[in-house]
């Protein structure tokens, strides 16, 4: 098993590894030289999580030193919180269902809770559940749809069972393959919450979230046969009916179909792998959005590039860009960052987005604040834009940079 941690170099038996293209292939590490390396190798990089090198041998990657107690179930549900796109979280995650799961202790409380509360967060923006004909064939008293001759004479007239009829009829209803699956998915959540802490501050909003989402489905059956759960499909133009199977199909394989592997733990994962530059960066998107709403825009599309956010209100202005990298608490910012936003607060596109109508290529260019929002550790999980203004965070400029700002926002951690 080859274990290590965001940014940390491979080292094997006390030695450099070399060029080798067995890792070529993987998520985790990447062969490359980063700006405060002297030296090529393999390097973990933004993310974690545990994939196969090859039939034999694990790879793990864990959260850098300094952020190795974060609460991933806070975050997630953060995330949430916006009105990011419904495909967008999918792009922060991989997982592959297909192979064997790895022992990996360290990681065994993330990417359950994670597709958990992805699924959750999907199938609580259904507002009303779809109906369709589902087709019935049984022994009826009175006659309804067809009667089937043959087999109501072989099970009722050969048996004299004269008050029966048999008959095939389609019925429209809720109970349809797509709304058991999300149920019976549903029902797996319930019981891997279930099995977690509940001193977990948001058991009981997650409970809660379960609870009235079933009530949704309460006409609706759980009997989902596990040979036809491949076959279920979804229309193109139900987007979120087509995430939210395709996050049933992955709980209820994860759990290999059995309600009690999802209500206890062990220390196996599926292989995955989760981006924490992009998880910070909805996390932060999720606060900004519960604070400031429409004043801010996710990822404008400039001339030069897609700032993280951009703040829009009749007081003030500011390109906000996230940036994991803890180092940022007590060092100073990289000289790539600063050209990097530079290059936003000169972008016309941007800066007229912002409502600086009047600039052109040959006019003044107004100050824009650029602000580097940076993660370190949290004590508890709030809000700090929550009932504040932006301007107020953006008092103290960087040294030597004009309008610059950095701005650290805690990622919640849990004590272990």
């Given at each position: 098993?080859?274990?290590?941690?965001?940014?940390?170099?491979?080292?094997?038996?006390?030695?450099?590894?070399?060029?080798?293209?067995?890792?070529?292939?993987?998520?985790?590490?990447?062969?490359?030289?980063?700006?405060?390396?002297?030296?090529?190798?393999?390097?973990?990089?933004?993310?974690?999580?545990?994939?196969?090198?090859?039939?034999?041998?694990?790879?793990?990657?864990?959260?850098?030193?300094?952020?190795?107690?974060?609460?991933?179930?806070?975050?997630?549900?953060?995330?949430?919180?916006?009105?990011?796109?419904?495909?967008?979280?999918?792009?922060?995650?991989?997982?592959?269902?297909?192979?064997?799961?790895?022992?990996?202790?360290?990681?065994?409380?993330?990417?359950?809770?994670?597709?958990?509360?992805?699924?959750?967060?999907?199938?609580?923006?259904?507002?009303?559940?779809?109906?369709?004909?589902?087709?019935?064939?049984?022994?009826?008293?009175?006659?309804?749809?067809?009667?089937?001759?043959?087999?109501?004479?072989?099970?009722?007239?050969?048996?004299?069972?004269?008050?029966?009829?048999?008959?095939?009829?389609?019925?429209?209803?809720?109970?349809?393959?797509?709304?058991?699956?999300?149920?019976?998915?549903?029902?797996?959540?319930?019981?891997?919450?279930?099995?977690?802490?509940?001193?977990?501050r948001l058991y009981p909003q997650i409970k809660f979230m379960i609870s009235k989402i079933l009530t949704k489905f309460d006409g609706?059956?759980?009997?989902?046969?596990?040979?036809?759960?491949?076959?279920?499909?979804?229309?193109?133009?139900?987007?979120?009916?087509?995430?939210?199977?395709?996050?049933?199909?992955?709980?209820?394989?994860?759990?290999?179909?059995?309600?009690n592997k999802a209500s206890s733990f062990d220390d196996k994962v599926i292989p995955f792998t989760l981006d924490m530059s992009l998880?910070?960066?909805?996390?932060?998107?999720?606060?900004?959005?519960?604070?400031?709403?429409?004043?801010?825009?996710?990822?404008?599309?400039?001339?030069?590039?897609?700032?993280?956010?951009?703040?829009?209100?009749?007081?003030?202005?500011?390109?906000?860009?996230?940036?994991?990298?803890?180092?940022?608490?007590?060092?100073?910012?990289?000289?790539?960052?600063?050209?990097?936003?530079?290059?936003?607060?000169?972008?016309?596109?941007?800066?007229?987005?912002?409502?600086?109508?009047?600039?052109?290529?040959?006019?003044?260019?107004?100050?824009?604040?650029?602000?580097?929002?940076?993660?370190?550790?949290?004590?508890?999980?709030?809000?700090?834009?929550?009932?504040?203004?932006?301007?107020?965070?953006?008092?103290?400029?960087?040294?030597?940079?004009?309008?610059?700002?950095?701005?650290?926002?805690?990622?919640?951690?849990?004590?272990?």
């Open positions: 098993m080859i274990q290590l941690q965001e940014h940390e170099r491979l080292i094997q038996n006390g030695l450099t590894v070399e060029y080798d293209n067995r890792y070529n292939n993987l998520e985790l590490i990447r062969w490359d030289k980063p700006m405060d390396h002297s030296q090529w190798g393999y390097y973990a990089s933004f993310k974690i999580g545990a994939e196969w090198v090859d039939e034999n041998e694990p790879l793990i990657v864990t959260a850098k030193r300094g952020m190795e107690n974060i609460d991933f179930l806070g975050m997630f549900m953060t995330c949430f919180s916006s009105n990011l796109a419904l495909d967008s979280f999918s792009e922060i995650y991989k997982i592959d269902i297909e192979k064997p799961p790895i022992n990996a202790p360290a990681l065994c409380g993330i990417v359950s809770p994670l597709i958990v509360v992805h699924f959750l967060s999907i199938v609580n923006r259904i507002k009303s559940i779809k109906r369709g004909y589902v087709h019935h064939s049984e022994n009826l008293k009175k006659v309804k749809g067809h009667i089937k001759l043959l087999k109501n004479e072989r099970v009722n007239i050969a048996t004299k069972r004269f008050d029966r009829i048999f008959c095939e009829y389609d019925d429209y209803s809720t109970d349809i393959p797509e709304n058991r699956l999300l149920k019976k998915a549903l029902l797996f959540s319930e019981a891997l919450i279930n099995g977690m802490s509940k001193q977990h609706v059956t759980d009997d989902v046969d596990i040979k036809s759960v491949g076959q279920i499909r979804s229309h193109k133009l139900f987007s979120e009916y087509a995430e939210a199977i395709r996050l049933a199909k992955i709980i209820l394989k994860r759990f290999d179909y059995s309600i998880l910070y960066e909805h996390y932060v998107y999720g606060l900004l959005s519960e604070a400031y709403q429409d004043k801010i825009t996710y990822q404008f599309k400039g001339k030069t590039g897609y700032p993280d956010f951009l703040f829009k209100s009749r007081k003030y202005k500011a390109i906000l860009d996230t940036k994991y990298i803890p180092k940022y608490q007590k060092q100073s910012l990289d000289n790539y960052v600063v050209r990097q936003l530079s290059g936003y607060s000169r972008d016309i596109p941007i800066l007229k987005h912002l409502g600086y109508d009047d600039v052109n290529e040959s006019s003044p260019l107004p100050s824009v604040p650029c602000v580097i929002i940076y993660p370190e550790e949290g004590t508890e999980m709030s809000n700090p834009f929550l009932n504040n203004d932006l301007s107020e965070f953006c008092s103290k400029p960087i040294a030597k940079l004009s309008m610059f700002y950095k701005l650290s926002i805690p990622v919640p951690t849990i004590s272990r």
